[in-house]
């Protein structure tokens, strides 16, 4: 997942555009790298050592601010006994801010040359998802969406200005891809405006509608041209960001449970949840980095599909962290939830994230029935483990450990002297 060497590839289509000019490129060398203003063109497809940049670990680090405060927010309705609404505003503010980071990271791939507008523009960026982080907890509680929708808008149009700059020296194939996406981009800002008009009944159909437009715009903008994106990269973004997630995961409830040994000496209570929760969180990143899943990321088509179906990873996961903090809160009776409500807030995510790591990648590398069933039948299992009361967190854990042994254990035998086979291509 982080290599940063170039594998044996396919060349790259015709449709993925020529290869950028290197006197543009931000590697180019030292009186290139170093000009403040660059020709913002395409980086080569299967450029060599691509790597994630300092901006783009930044970028991750201040969106992640944002998750945090979703996850926040997500606990606290669910302790308080309004899991259903608050499981729908968690969706939408995730949605806001996922999409957003997705968009920036597959145009980064393409074109970062990191020259200074390049940076100011993904500062602005930055500054959107700010203003949106800022305004999670009235959207939560009072249902104001003005923050979440502003900080929204101004993180769509820095990425329109962006597209517009690529779409300047660009041939034309590329220019006329450019230009959908940043016309596309500006057009659904306007129906995100309509969050702030509508009563409340009738946001939520405006979102799944807005959704829908926004999830339309790379498939309409690269439908006879491809951008360069780089697989290598983005699995290796995309990558990153899951372990910045879990590691909030981690933050969030290693939190709740100092908490609850402070405020209610509930050591015996909570040593269950603590343990549970971190052999989640370990087997999670085991189960997501098993495999490099760059080589199956070579048409469009994969790559939306992988790429869009990340929302349920991400959102999974710091789910995971939200409900851990939930189970805390039960079991020092600062939750107004049964048991079973409290086990279902880490189980059921957990389960989610198993399932879509299995159907994103795992089982394009999985061979034989006896691999492809281990992770839904684990996630099958992690289920059932919410019936099991106060140590449903911790069976949920023991289960994930094993599956990862399982795991472990048939690919061993698999690929033992003597008994290897060929795993089918991707």
């Given at each position: 997942m982080m290599s940063r060497t170039p594998s044996a590839e396919p060349p790259s289509d015709p449709s993925s555009g020529p290869p950028s000019d290197p006197s543009s490129g931000p590697s180019s060398g030292p009186s290139a790298a170093q000009r403040p203003l660059r020709v913002l063109t395409a980086r080569h497809r299967h450029e060599a050592h691509r790597?994630?940049?300092?901006?783009?670990?930044?970028?991750?680090?201040?969106?992640v601010v944002a998750i945090a405060q979703a996850g926040v927010q997500l606990v606290h309705s669910v302790a308080e006994s309004h899991a259903g609404e608050g499981v729908l505003d968690y969706a939408m503010v995730f949605f806001a801010i996922?999409?957003?980071?997705?968009?920036?990271?597959?145009?980064?791939?393409?074109?970062?040359?990191?020259?200074?507008?390049?940076?100011?523009?993904?500062l602005v960026q930055i500054a959107g998802v700010l203003v949106l982080a800022a305004g999670v907890s009235r959207a939560f509680e009072e249902h104001d969406w003005t923050a979440v929708v502003i900080g929204y808008v101004i993180m769509r149009v820095a990425l329109s200005a962006q597209w517009l700059r690529a779409a300047r020296c660009a041939p034309p194939p590329e220019r006329a891809m450019a230009l959908k996406y940043a016309g596309g981009v500006l057009v659904c800002q306007v129906g995100w405006l309509g969050l702030l008009l509508l009563p409340e009944g009738g946001r939520g159909w405006l979102f799944l509608v807005m959704v829908v437009l926004e999830l339309s715009v790379p498939v309409l903008a690269e439908r006879r041209h491809r951008s360069s994106w780089h697989p290598h990269h983005i699995a290796e973004r995309y990558g990153l960001l899951t372990i910045i997630v879990l590691g909030e995961t981690i933050a969030a409830a290693t939190v709740a449970v100092k908490s609850g040994i402070d405020e209610n000496d509930a050591l015996g209570e909570l040593l269950p949840i603590a343990a549970g929760g971190l052999l989640i969180v370990f087997a999670a990143w085991w189960v997501y980095f098993v495999v490099p899943v760059h080589g199956h990321l070579r048409s469009s088509r994969q790559a939306f599909l992988w790429g869009y179906g990340h929302y349920l990873v991400f959102a999974s996961a710091a789910a995971i962290g939200a409900g851990l903090e939930v189970a805390v809160e039960q079991a020092v009776g600062e939750a107004h939830i049964s048991?079973?409500?409290?086990?279902?807030?880490?189980?059921?995510?957990?389960a989610l994230f198993l399932l879509?790591?299995?159907?994103?990648h795992a089982r394009h590398f999985k061979v034989g029935v006896a691999e492809q069933l281990v992770l839904p039948t684990a996630a099958l299992l992690v289920i059932c483990c919410t019936f099991v009361g106060d140590l449903a967190v911790l069976a949920a854990g023991l289960v994930l450990a094993a599956a990862v042994a399982t795991g472990?254990?048939?690919?061993?035998?698999?690929?033992?002297?003597?008994?290897?086979?060929?795993?089918?291509?991707?």
């Open positions: 790597a994630a940049t300092p901006l783009e670990l930044f970028f991750d680090l201040c969106f996922w999409w957003a980071w997705m968009n920036f990271t597959w145009f980064a791939s393409a074109y970062d040359n990191d020259d200074v507008p390049y940076r100011l523009v993904t048991t079973l409500a409290a086990s279902a807030s880490v189980t059921l995510p957990t879509t790591v299995w159907a994103l472990v254990i048939l690919t061993a035998r698999r690929t033992a002297p003597g008994r290897a086979r060929t795993t089918p291509a991707s």
